[in-house]
């Protein structure tokens, strides 16, 4: 004894008149869309705390025709006024000494001083009543510096 479970003897499987099953799976989509969200989660923070930092180099720089005192900070934290040594507290007086109608001051730094020494430098001038101009390095057309 033979028992057949198939409707109308042709060889097809579905049941009535019922079409295929067109649904999309969403579980590999779920599984992928969690996944870049934990990548996301992880990298945002080392986005924002681990970038470096690169001083900018400038591209134009204006000739000017004033005479203003330079003051050069060194690698050390030695200050000059012009080629002479000066302390810090000594500026205002050295600067009205040797400039008696300065409005500026050139402030000039090497590039691997300590930025609390060239701070208080600034500020030094700026509290005797200098405008402070800072001293850079222009780049050629190549990007190095000249």
């Known amino acids: 004894m033979a028992i057949s ?3 109308g003897g042709n060889g097809s499987r579905r049941r009535g008149n019922s079409q295929p099953l067109a649904e999309i799976n969403v579980t590999p989509f779920v599984d992928v869309v969690l996944v870049l969200l934990i990548i996301f989660m992880l990298t945002a923070h080392v986005m ?3 970038i470096d930092v690169d001083v900018p180099k400038v591209s134009l720089v204006k000739e000017t ?7 050069s900070v060194q690698k050390d934290g030695n200050i000059f006024l012009d080629k002479d040594p000066v302390g810090i507290h000594d500026l205002k007086v050295r600067i009205q000494q040797r400039y008696a109608n300065a409005k500026g001051v050139y402030i000039r730094s090497d590039g691997h001083v300590i930025w609390e020494t060239v701070a208080q430098v600034m500020a030094e001038a700026g509290a005797a009543g200098f405008k402070v101009y800072m001293v850079t390095q222009p780049e050629d057309s190549l990007g190095r510096p000249r």
């Open 48 to 50: 924002e705390y681990g």
């Open 65 to 71: 025709a004033q005479e203003l005192p330079i003051v």
């Open 5 to 7: 479970t198939n409707s």
